[in-house]
Every structure is written in structure tokens, then in C-alpha cells.
């Protein structure tokens, strides 16, 4: 019988360990047991630090893979196999009204549809501060991802690699059909709350040395991929 504590958890990481530390810390109080930090590169003493005490799986990479590192680098083929298994960012935070069974609720509704490939965490647009400069663009871009239900409180909508729960043998491509979970089973993004006005250190030198090819929304402007989409053209 599937439980929360074994269901690994797969978090690409890079740096920013603040974020990381609060996510952590919701896993293990919602009984998460098996939680893979695959680490891309970091170079910020505290993170390194920070990776270097933890208790949890650490997978340090010479390289940064990205958000897709859980399956480029083989973790997930090596220690999900035939076991559903999450993937998150690590700046993806359940709500404080998050319930901690969220895992199990994300496979009940990922087990309910065969044709879905994995069930993730709303992610909340209706509290972010007028001080993030993307606000707007991000509301235009989330918006419609809360507007088609596949039944109550559950939405059709595309899921990257925010909290989520895939199906079992489901790898890298598994993007397409997907479902996310309304209130109460929601997360926040994190950086969409920053005031760009007032970073701290660790702000500042992730965004120093963050690869603009694989972070979208740490930064002042909008992704040149995100306007040719919101154009109706193919990126590749």
C-alpha cells in the first residue's frame, strides 16, 4: 500500500537555499522519508553547507542540468522504477492550509483519470504583491490554468516541474495531459513575493549566477520564450 513516506521526492537545486530549507521542512513533517537533492553546481557557501549537513539523499552534479535534472541524470529511473514519485522546484512551497496528506491526494487524482500524467499543486495567483514586477504577467499566464475542471476543484492545466505527483514509469516527457488541484491543496511560488527592491544576499547572488536559460520568473522581465507563446509561436 502506497503511504507518504514512500514516495520519493526528487528537488532539483541551485543555490538558493532559504526557499529550499522551508520546503524541506514541509516534506518532513508530512512523513515524506525519501527526499533526493540533486544539486546543479551550487556554488553559494551556505547552500553547499547547507547540502553538506543534510540528512536527506544529496546527488552533487559538475554541471547544471536544470529543472531537469532528476531525469537526465538517471535519479529517477534508478530509484522511483515502478513507484509513483514527485518532482518539484525548490522555491515551490505548500500553502500554510495545505494539508500534509497532499501527496497522497495528488495520486488519488493522478489514479481517478488513466489518461493524466501526473497531478500537481495549484499555485496560488490571487495573493501576489503589487511590489513583483511580473505580477501582472503572471496572473495573464496562470490564469488559465484555473479555468477548465476536470470535476470539482481539480483543473485541467499543464504542470512543469512545480509539486507534483507522476505516474509511476512516466519520465522527462511526461508533460501532457495534466491536472492541477484547487484550495485547499495549493503552493506558492516563492519568488513571485520578492520585492526586487529589497534582496538579500542570497537573492542577489542567485541572480547573479543563475543561467537565464533555465530561470523564468527571477528576473525583471518576462522570458522572450514566454511573448513568442503568448504569440502563438513554437519555441524550441
Known amino acids: 500500500m502506497t503511504n507518504t513516506a514512500n514516495i520519493p521526492v526528487f528537488i532539483p537545486v541551485r ?3 532559504s526557499a529550499l530549507k522551508q520546503v524541506v521542512s514541509w516534506l518532513e513533517k508530512a ?3 525519501e527526499i533526493w537533492l540533486i544539486d546543479n553546481a551550487s556554488t553559494y557557501p551556505p547552500m553547499i553547507d547547507y547540502l553538506e549537513s543534510s540528512p536527506h539523499n ?36 505548500p500553502t500554510e492550509n495545505c494539508p500534509l496528506d497532499a501527496a497522497l491526494y495528488l495520486l488519488e487524482n493522478l489514479m481517478r483519470f488513466d489518461d493524466i500524467a501526473k497531478v500537481g499543486l495549484g499555485l496560488k495567483i490571487d495573493d501576489l504583491p503589487a ?6 504577467a503572471v496572473i495573464d499566464w496562470e490564469r488559465k490554468f484555473w479555468q477548465v475542471e476536470r470535476m470539482p476543484g481539480v483543473y485541467e492545466a499543464d504542470v512543469d516541474t512545480t509539486f507534483a505527483v507522476y505516474r509511476p514509469y512516466s519520465g522527462l516527457q511526461a508533460h501532457h495531459p ?10 506558492r511560488h516563492l519568488p513571485w513575493y520578492q520585492d526586487p527592491s529589497d534582496l538579500d544576499e542570497e537573492d542577489r547572488y542567485y541572480r547573479e549566477h543563475a543561467s ?25
Open 31 to 33: 512523513g515524506h522519508e
Open 15 to 17: 543555490d538558493r537555499f
Open 131 to 136: 511590489h513583483y514586477p511580473l505580477r501582472d
Open 212 to 236: 537565464l536559460a533555465v530561470s523564468n520568473w527571477d528576473r525583471d522581465q518576462v522570458a522572450a520564450w514566454k511573448h513568442r507563446l503568448g504569440r502563438g509561436e513554437e519555441t524550441h
Open 178 to 187: 495534466c491536472l492541477r488541484t484547487g484550495e485547499p491543496y495549493t503552493a
Open 58 to 93: 544529496v546527488i552533487r552534479l559538475g554541471w547544471n542540468l536544470g529543472h531537469r535534472a532528476p531525469w537526465l541524470w538517471g535519479a529517477v529511473q534508478r530509484v522511483a522504477s515502478d513507484r509513483p514519485y514527485i518532482v518539484t522546484d525548490p522555491d515551490v512551497l
